[in-house]
């Protein structure tokens, strides 16, 4: 069987308030349901690796072939929990020990 | 080489300073290097200093654009006449045929936009992209609507913006993709709105021209137009005294 590609995204919200993990991933998983479908959405094997409520970072994991799709429905999102917000994409990268890298540079 | 980004649609609230110079600041941060700031057209030079000084001390180029709304062909060609030595860009909001076909074979402009709302009012197509083409005008797509609308109202934006997407690229018309906000928040990075640009079909490196190439060679285009030395595309003066 062949093996699936991934991606690994690092993440920046920006919003007024503290946003949890679950209202985040809810965010996150609702643009690309909105944008794609619940078919669509299925597809993308996307998962939240790590969250820093604090620092506002995430690392989400997603398939290489649904990469644009999770981008543009990132770019999409402008609230969480009710509370405007953005979604900004820092890096992204083949292995979680890259993207460390990648966001250390 | 680094990519140059550009947003040539910033709609800044002018009589708001604070606000102005945050929407600049944040754009300087996500990274790009060249916004441009629609200006009404009874704007003199000198109120666009202030808001140069702002850009050049976040370290972004400003470029003065201008939106005209004409209602009809003799309007369009007079405003056209009256400001394309005073502004560097010039879009031309298509609220009717007339105005869309001569706005699209006139080399006077830059930037086409249509209604993103009224789908009936939405006049790129075939025809007019052949006269785009052969005027160098390019089409604007502003991504606030894919941003704040929801449900079937984005969905038959997408439906639309896809097939002039297509018509655009058949016929070499240059697409260029901005913010349009006026609000920090719904800035996205360069690359962000690169990905919002595969909404509508087109491949990666099409859709990073959308936000780099395509609005950057608008303005070095008509920065050469506009500076003094210019005579025709290709020929400009390079010395000029008794002893050439």
Redesign the interface.
């Known amino acids: 069987m062949k093996r699936v590609k991934r991606r690994y995204l690092a993440l920046q919200i920006e919003s007024d308030g503290i946003i949890s993990q679950k209202e985040l991933m809810d965010a996150v998983w609702g643009a690309v349901t909105k944008l794609y479908g619940e078919c669509g959405a299925s597809l993308t094997s996307l998962s939240l690796i790590d969250y820093d409520v604090e620092k506002r970072y995430a690392v989400i994991r997603v398939s290489l072939a649904s990469l644009n799709m999770v981008r543009a429905s990132l770019a999409s999102i402008i609230s969480v929990a009710n509370r405007d917000a953005a979604v900004r994409v820092l890096a992204v990268s083949g292995t979680i020990k890259a993207l460390f890298e990648k966001l250390k540079a | 080489m680094k990519r140059a980004f550009a947003d040539l649609h910033l709609r800044i609230n002018l009589k708001d300073p604070a606000a102005t110079l945050r929407v600049i600041n944040k754009a300087a941060t996500?990274g790009y290097s060249l916004v441009a700031v629609p200006f009404s057209p009874e704007t003199h030079a000198d109120e666009t200093l202030q808001l140069r000084t702002a850009c050049s001390e976040a370290g972004v180029d400003f470029v003065a654009r201008v939106d005209i709304r004409p209602r009809t062909q003799n309007e369009l060609l007079h405003q056209l006449r009256k400001l394309r030595r005073k502004f560097q860009v010039i879009c031309v909001y298509c609220e009717n045929k007339e105005v869309a076909r001569q706005a699209a074979k006139d080399h006077r402009v830059d930037l086409l936009n249509f209604p993103l709302l009224d789908f009936r009012g939405r006049f790129f197509d075939r025809a007019e992209a052949e006269l785009a083409s052969s005027s160098r005008a390019a089409m604007e797509i502003d991504v606030k609507p894919?941003?704040?609308l929801?449900g079937p109202a984005r969905t038959r934006l997408l439906s639309s913006l896809r097939r002039e997407a297509a018509i655009a690229r058949e016929f070499h018309v240059p697409i260029v993709v901005s913010s349009g906000v006026s609000v920090e928040?719904?800035?996205?990075?360069p690359?962000?709105?690169a990905?919002?640009a595969?909404?509508f079909g087109l491949d990666?490196a099409s859709a990073l021209e959308t936000v780099s190439k395509n609005p950057v060679a608008i303005v070095k285009r008509n920065r050469e137009k506009l500076s003094s030395g210019f005579v025709a595309p290709g020929i400009r003066v390079i010395k000029e005294g008794d002893d050439c």
Do not use: I, S, Y
């Open positions: 996500l894919l941003l704040v929801e928040t719904l800035l996205r990075k690359r962000d709105m990905a919002l595969f909404l990666e």
